[in-house]
């Protein structure tokens, strides 16, 4: 009875230390799978037009309003810190109903508190600590928005890694607001993304913003 008993124990820790073995690898295949993922992300990125925007690309009638907003939304970004491009696509043509500016922003706003819920807790108060601002573009074919987003990350731990996670969130809270919708993440650097979201004509008369910007 007592051999039994020894061979049960010495059973259940193989059986034990052999399940540790196969859970640590396959952690290491899912981290090693990511890491390729956030290389793959990385890759198409840095193809996308926003990358290689310039502004040698801006029409005339665009660049004479142009330059007092980019003096504004600088200052803001001084204020602000703005680390989050984000770019919030209805892909409204999959869709049986029309979608005007009003209803755009009422959208982005439901999908902000989700965003900052997230990040933040329920508690609405904490929501101070982040801001956005940005421009709807192509209102009457294929609307989207572009956003300038400050989060409480530090600049110095925007990795690549955290951008792949933030798109994954984003992607997903934007899912619970806009079924059809699709996303854009990347960190703001410079100031190029600030020229590519005021790249369209009458983008002044299409601005949006966290309710808090002006606090800032």
């Known amino acids: 009875m007592e051999q039994m008993t020894d061979f049960i124990k010495q059973f259940n820790t193989e059986c034990v230390e052999t399940n540790e073995i196969k859970r640590q690898n396959i952690y290491e295949q899912m981290s090693q799978l990511k890491n390729k993922q956030v290389e793959l992300m990385r890759e198409l990125k840095n193809i996308t037009d926003v990358q290689h925007f310039t502004e040698e690309q801006l029409t005339k009638e665009v660049e004479a309003i142009r330059k007092y907003w980019i003096e504004a939304i600088k ?10 491009a984000i770019s919030l696509n209805f892909n409204n043509e999959k869709l049986s109903y029309p979608l005007n500016l009003q209803s755009v922003q009422n959208r982005i706003d439901e999908w ?19 801001c956005y601002i940005g421009f709807i573009e192509h209102p009457y074919t294929n609307i989207h928005a572009h956003l300038a987003v400050h989060t409480t990350q530090r600049h110095a731990d925007i990795t690549d890694e955290y951008v792949y996670d933030e798109e994954q969130i984003v992607k997903t809270l934007w899912k619970c607001v806009q079924s059809s919708g699709s996303v854009y993440v990347e960190s703001i650097t410079d100031n190029k993304w600030f020229y590519y979201i005021t790249k369209e004509r009458g983008f002044e008369n299409r601005f949006i913003s966290s309710p808090n910007i002006f606090d800032k």
Do not use: D, V
């Open 112 to 130: 902000w508190k989700l965003f900052c819920s997230y990040h933040l807790g329920r508690n609405a108060r904490n929501y101070q600590q982040m």
């Open 75 to 84: 200052q803001m970004h001084f204020q602000s810190r703005f680390n989050l």
